[in-house]
């Protein structure tokens, strides 16, 4: 009904709600939820994700640049909310009472490449590009130029030298920084323009806005979601096989619990 209301020329009216730690736990609850009834889907999107980032990591290595690896394996979740519209599908689906299939989950992805969501693709690619620019920065400028060729090296430099130390503090906290900004701008905005599809600005400033009005439960859910995501790139990346299909479903129920909508 609501995305029929954005095609026959309705403009909806975003009102965001007060959000409590309940609702953060109860979208998490959801999300499990969702999982649990369609395992399937959840594993091949948290597949796509998972192998995406091995195929990296590997032609880092390949190519000589295992200093790399951490940079983009600390970075890649940046991507997340892009790879998970398909899961955010799937549970609108399920709330709507629609059938769920492959056919219409894949349609509706690649459907999106003609909607605003498309444009968010470069925000948070470009996002992206900004942390592994400011990485290569920071090396050059406290680490010179001379980079060790292992992985192994590369990481004892970094844990027993003074240059390594301050590289790691600075680096931790300009990530954090573009982390929460990029989280600031699509934790919300992706399911609206799935669900909506306004204009990508609007959908980014009503994240915003959710995300300032609901400061300490949407950070919550957030750091929750960073921690996961970090630990589950330990083995591998295999624990994004999980990860992102919950954190996906949970995102979106998050998000229905946030905004209200209105014609």
């Known amino acids: 009904m609501e995305q029929q209301a954005v095609k026959d020329g309705s403009v909806p009216k975003f009102r965001i709600n007060r959000l409590t730690l309940e609702d953060v736990g109860s979208a998490f609850a959801d999300g499990m939820r969702d999982f649990r009834t369609y395992p399937l889907f959840g594993l091949f999107f948290g597949a796509i994700y998972a192998l995406g980032g091995v195929f990296i990591a590997v032609m880092l290595a390949y190519y000589h640049l295992p200093w790399m690896i951490i940079p983009v394996a600390i970075g890649f979740p940046l991507v997340g909310p892009f790879v998970a519209v398909g899961l955010y599908e799937i549970s609108r689906r399920h709330r709507a009472g629609e059938p769920v299939g492959w056919k219409a989950i894949l349609t509706e992805v690649f459907r999106q490449r003609e909607r605003q969501l498309s444009w968010m693709a470069f925000v948070v690619l470009f996002i992206f590009w900004i942390w592994i620019y400011q990485v290569r920065l920071l090396m050059a400028l406290l680490l010179g130029f001379r980079i060790p060729a292992t992985l192994n090296a590369f990481v004892d430099l970094v844990l027993t030298t003074p240059q390594g130390l301050t590289f790691l503090a600075i680096g931790t906290v300009v990530g954090a920084v573009l982390a929460t900004i990029l989280f ?22 009503t994240s915003l806005r959710t995300v300032i009005e609901n400061p ?5 859910f957030g750091l929750i979601v960073a921690v996961a995501a970090f630990l589950a790139l330990l083995p591998m990346f295999a624990g994004l096989l999980v990860v992102l299909p919950i954190a996906g479903h949970a995102t979106w129920h998050l998000y229905r619990r946030a905004i209200s909508t209105s014609p």
């Open 184 to 205: 600031t701008a699509t934790v919300i905005s992706m399911p609206l323009l799935l669900d909506h599809d306004p204009d990508f600005v609007t959908a980014m400033l």
């Open 216 to 220: 300490i439960p949407m950070l919550a």
